[in-house]
């Protein structure tokens, strides 16, 4: 079965950190750019972070630029959020998946996972 599963959420202090992981079952994520998602509440899905396949180039959304970082681990058929410095508005959703298109764009057949909340509280 071809799936992605998140892992990792959970509640946090504002300033404090998360680390997201997705994981890839039933495919190899070696030739997917991969690209993680979020969802707050009342809110638009927008696209946070992406790790190309290639030559592991990486994007970030401003607004957690510097905060968040991207990585891949091939072997282990996953992919990284690391979430530090999470403020009230980084609650949300957050949802993995392979990104196909072309200016990191999901296309329809790409695969996503169910996501996993992130509550950003004090």
């Known amino acids: 079965q071809v799936q992605l599963v998140e892992s990792g959420g959970g509640l946090v202090q504002p300033g404090g950190s998360l680390r997201l992981s997705c994981l890839a079952s039933g495919f190899s994520l070696d030739n997917y750019a991969i690209g993680w998602f979020r969802q707050g509440p009342g809110k638009e899905r927008e696209g946070v972070s992406y790790i190309s396949s290639s030559d592991l180039s990486t994007y970030y959304a401003d607004s957690v630029k510097g905060r968040f970082t991207i990585s891949r681990d091939n072997s282990k058929n996953t992919v990284y959020l690391q979430m530090n410095s999470l403020k009230f508005e980084d609650t949300a959703v957050y949802y993995c998946?392979?990104?196909?298109?072309?200016?990191?764009?999901?296309?329809?057949?790409?695969?996503w996972g169910q996501g996993t909340q992130v509550t950003v509280s004090s």
């Open positions: 998946a392979t990104v196909s298109g072309s200016n990191w764009s999901p296309m329809p057949y790409d695969y």
